[in-house]
């Protein structure tokens, strides 16, 4: 959380290591994610390198993300959230905090046909059986690594 923009913390990100995460928006706050698990430290180097321009949440054992993938993603738009997700209007790396059906998310589109999901953790669960409702047959869902 800060006043820092996207471009200031990615560089930010690449200072403390972690060049290969990814900065998300989120009204006045930015999501991080990476692949891999951050140790303690890493964070603490991370929030060293942000004193005064921001502050570090460790979100890693509250949020999970779901990637959702296949010929009818896009569908999410008419089954679950109110975000034109029209490529025009929501390109490829465009993030926003919207509701998917009744829970708050994060929606990150990946690429053309693949959108991932930050949802709280307690949520997850009933996320991912709506998300198999919505394109069953289509739709290739999966657990992603945490926040």
């Known amino acids: ?15 403390a290591g972690l060049a290969t995460s990814a900065v998300r928006p989120a009204g006045q706050q930015w999501y991080v994610t990476v692949e ?6 890493r964070i603490a180097l991370l929030a ?8 570090v949440c460790d979100q890693n054992h509250g949020r999970l993300r779901i990637a959702v ?12 959230t ?4 029209d490529l025009a209007a929501f390109p490829i790396g465009q993030s926003a905090v919207t509701l998917f059906r009744h829970v708050s998310v994060q929606l990150t589109r990946m690429e053309v046909k693949r959108f991932e999901l930050t949802v709280l953790r307690s ?9 198999s409702l919505v394109c069953a047959h289509k739709l290739h869902v999966k657990e992603s690594r945490e926040v």
């Open 1 to 15: 959380m800060g006043a820092i923009d996207g471009d200031n913390l990615a560089n930010m990100l690449s200072v």
């Open 36 to 41: 891999e698990s951050l140790p303690p430290p």
């Open 48 to 55: 060293d390198h942000l004193r005064g321009k921001g502050f």
């Open 69 to 80: 993938s296949g010929p009818c993603a896009a569908d999410l738009r008419s089954q679950g």
């Open 82 to 85: 109110a975000v034109d997700l």
């Open 123 to 131: 949520f997850a669960e009933g996320v991912y059986r709506e998300l």
